[in-house]
């Protein structure tokens, strides 16, 4: 019995063996699918369809791979995507998000936008002030965190110690800013 299986064996290893499965031409569809979606810079729906592929025909190895790859390039294009801005919020967070990469020019934009829709939230004046420091532009920044101390005392013991104003650690203005107690 070991040796016909040993035969068989010879045999199969002797026969050129397909990469793909009997499935091949559903698979090969499938991910010609997801490639014209990706073409299209339809991210969301090439993600699903490669992640489609990957599950339905996990014995395709190298396709699945493959898959796996355009997956991970339709997330990396749909995290940098910046989704519509409607309300205050979404300004404040975009501008942030400009701020963390040092884009400080965008970032005022968008924190200018949130401030002119809701001109006394703190929040905004603060990440606003910061951006500003950040950006070397002293006085607005020293004004706009005056504000938002103003609106919000605690803003006062978060300007101690956030980095975003090491630029105006020395400044007499600054330090008065941050540690007078107003009553």
């Given at each position: ?75 990396r294009e749909q995290s940098d995507r910046v989704l519509p801005l409607k309300k205050a919020e979404d300004y404040y967070y975009q501008g942030i998000v ?44 020293l004004n706009l965190l005056k504000e938002a101390i103003e609106t919000n005392p605690e803003n006062r013991i978060h300007a101690q110690s956030d980095p ?20």
């Amino acid at each position: 019995m070991a040796k016909k299986e040993i035969k068989k064996g010879k045999k199969s290893a002797s026969r050129p063996v397909s990469t793909l499965a009997a499935h091949a031409e559903q698979a090969v569809k499938d991910y010609d699918h997801a490639l014209g979606l990706l073409r299209r810079k339809d991210y969301s729906g090439a993600a699903d369809a490669f992640q489609k592929v990957i599950k339905t025909y996990p014995d395709e190895k190298e396709m699945a791979d493959r898959c796996r790859i355009y997956v991970s390039v339709c997330e990396r294009e749909q995290s940098d995507r910046v989704l519509p801005l409607k309300k205050a919020e979404d300004y404040y967070y975009q501008g942030i998000v400009e701020s963390n990469r040092q884009k400080y020019d965008e970032a005022l934009k968008h924190l200018d936008k949130a401030l002119k829709m809701n001109p006394k939230d703190d929040r905004f004046l603060y990440a606003t002030a910061a951006t500003q420091a950040l950006k070397g532009e002293r006085e607005q920044a020293l004004n706009l965190l005056k504000e938002a101390i103003e609106t919000n005392p605690e803003n006062r013991i978060h300007a101690q110690s956030d980095p975003d104003f090491d630029l105006l650690s020395d400044d007499d203005a600054f330090i008065d800013l941050i540690s007078a107690e107003r009553e």
